[in-house]
Nanobody, 116 residues
Framework: QVQLVESGGGLVQPGGSLRVSCAASESILSFYAMAWYRQAPGKQRESVAVITSGGSTNYADSVKGRFTISRDIFKKSVYLQMNSLKPEDTAIYYC??????????WGQGTQVTVSS
């Protein structure tokens, strides 16, 4: 069973930076892609950033130029570097892995709060 564990969330002031991490229980190259999603109170979960097994990345328009998704294959981890944070970035951030054999797997989420 694939396990994903997020970490690194917290409270940050507007304009600040934060990096969240997602550690997988198996090689991240075994997945079609890994992604970061977020869900704010009262809103639907939305895709934030994706990185494919080939290393291609894609971002939601709302975070382009501010967020960067990256990975460390040896550490079996994916990261989301978030800069120039805004209050509207406040949400629970979830990591997702897309497996060709077992489907989608989600982590438990990590809270990111942007507030002064």
């Amino acid at each position: 069973q694939v396990q994903l564990v997020e970490s690194g969330g917290g409270l940050v002031q507007p304009g600040g930076s934060l990096r969240v991490s997602c550690a997988a229980s198996e090689s991240i190259l075994s997945f079609y892609a890994m992604a970061w999603y977020r869900q704010a109170p009262g809103k639907q979960r939305e895709s934030v950033a994706v990185i494919t097994s080939g290393g291609s990345t894609n971002y939601a328009d709302s975070v382009k130029g501010r967020f960067t998704i990256s990975r460390d294959i040896f550490k079996k981890s994916v990261y989301l570097q978030m800069n120039s944070l805004k209050p509207e970035d406040t949400a629970i951030y979830y990591c997702k892995a897309e497996s060709p054999t077992t489907g989608d797997h989600w982590g438990q989420g990590t809270q990111v709060t942007v507030s002064s």
